[in-house]
Nanobody, 120 residues
């Protein structure tokens, strides 16, 4: 089995910072990519940031210069550092991982989500 757990969400004031963490455990042979998505109330889930194994991280325009995605491959963990938060950043944030599971090949895993609320 593979388990993916997110943490770090909470309530912050506009202009503040918050760091989200994503940890993968279980029968994982290797991680290929990690990404963060978010979903605001009544809106579609959108890609916020992605970090492939090979290549530079990518960010949606609305968070460029404010968010930073990082990975620690040996530990199968990652994080999303969020600075200068705005009320429009409010939503449920999900970690998504593409990796190889033992005996099953390439898999796509989603976390349960963590709530981020930015007050004005």
């Amino acid at each position: 089995q593979v388990q993916l757990v997110e943490s770090g969400g909470g309530l912050v004031q506009a202009g503040g910072s918050l760091t989200l963490s994503c940890a993968v455990s279980g029968n994982v042979f290797g991680i290929r990519a990690m990404a963060w998505y978010r979903q605001a109330p009544g809106k579609q889930r959108e890609l916020v940031a992605s970090a492939p194994t090979d290549g530079s991280p990518n960010y949606t325009d609305s968070v460029k210069g404010r968010f930073t995605i990082s990975r620690d491959n040996p530990k199968n963990t990652g994080s999303l550092q969020m600075n200068s938060l705005k009320p429009e950043d409010t939503g449920v944030y999900y970690c998504n991982v593409v990796g190889r599971q033992v005996f099953k090949g390439i898999q796509n895993w989603w976390g349960q989500g963590t709530q981020v609320t930015v007050s004005s």
